[in-house]
């Protein structure tokens, strides 16, 4: 048996999700294969959500260039799964490869963490699959290859990127079983990449194709959310930057009318913005904290990864809105109402303090001198304590004056 290890440090931001619950983010089920399981160009629009309640909006951006031929060998030749892995592009030798061939290779079983950009962590998670290296090998790439693209055979043609110069020393794994046993479809069985050391959407679900490129293509969230393209959770690479200036951020915020508007990384602090209507806003990464936000409207809103920290709350609605990751240290949330949001990866207190709570200490609630302040008027969901991490579970256990352990 292996010593469990601490769960500090996690990279920066990060926090555990609760014991036992892998939340299902983006896509929830893989396609049908098509005919020849060629990927099809153009109009596939955006409809996936990263994120478990569903409100994204499309955003119909233009899509990047997806592979388009391929040897004629490497149709059919599918497994029972009616699964098959193909490597093309800049390579000498395309291939194609049933999981029943891919277990054939040297296989390793491996843990690996998981850091979501919505800021959950998993720990030593066990995966069992083929170095992608092994497969690189195999296809031999060409001199002028620099990048990989990977596509899924999913809805909407999910896909992401790696330098290759990046695959010798972050060795991802083209797995099919975790702990144990076959991936669950839901979390990218039969065949998901696994990509240590970056964000996880950089772990492709339902991995189908690999393409080898000279030029880098942008993946799904990079191309169309403004994901960072190295996602490297020490460095806290999560987006790129943000969509607006401070100034055309001022102008956005002036008539309090943002519902339905999309942009990322929108700076909204230390600003008097009571009754703000934000419904169905795609507002990823924004920054509200020290703001004035009484009874603000942010229902169906998708605020993955924004700051409320010591913003002023009360009264504001966040029901069936995205929230995971969301900062809500030192913030008034008396009166708010979170039914139906995601709340993965939410704080409301600092980590580590809070971790202490557990064994025994005092939650120190507390950031730069202001209390989190929840009490029951702050309405949630019963399915809450399956979103939030020990720490921060144990803190609104006890904010709530519930029963430890709830
Ligand atoms: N095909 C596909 N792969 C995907 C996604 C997706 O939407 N579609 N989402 C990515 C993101 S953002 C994350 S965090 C992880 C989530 O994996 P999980 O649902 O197994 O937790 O898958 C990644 N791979
Ligand atoms: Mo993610």
Known sequence: MKEPRPAWPLPPGQQLAAPGKWPLVGERTPAPPTPASLPDIGNNAATGNDTVVGNDAATGASRAELPRSEPDFLSGNRDAEGWSLRMVGLVDRPQLWTIGQLAELPTVERAIDIHCVTRWSMLDTLWRGVPLRVLLAAAAPQAEARFLSFVSRSPRRHSTSLPLADIERLDPLVAWQWQGSPIPEPHGGP?????????????????????????????????????????????EERFVAAGVTRAEAARILRDLALSGLNVLGLDGSHRELDGLRASHAVLRAADFSRSQLRGADFRHANLS????????????????????GVDFRGADLRGVDFRGASLFGVWLVEETTATRALDGGNAVDVVDGRKTLVDATTRFDPAVWEQLSPAQAAFLTQALGLPPSA
Do not use: Q
Not at 209 to 231: F, K, P, Q
Not at 305 to 324: H, I, P, T
């Open 191 to 235: 065949l998901r990449l696994i990509v240590p050391d970056r964000y996880f959407y950089k772990s492709l679900k339902w991995l189908e194709t690999i393409e080898v490129l000279a030029e880098d293509r942008l993946g799904y969230w990079e191309r169309e959310a403004g994901y960072h393209n190295r996602a490297d959770p020490w460095r």
């Open 305 to 324: 990864g924004a700051s409320f920290r010591e913003a002023r709350l009360a009264g504001a609605d966040f029901s069936a809105a995205d929230v995971e």
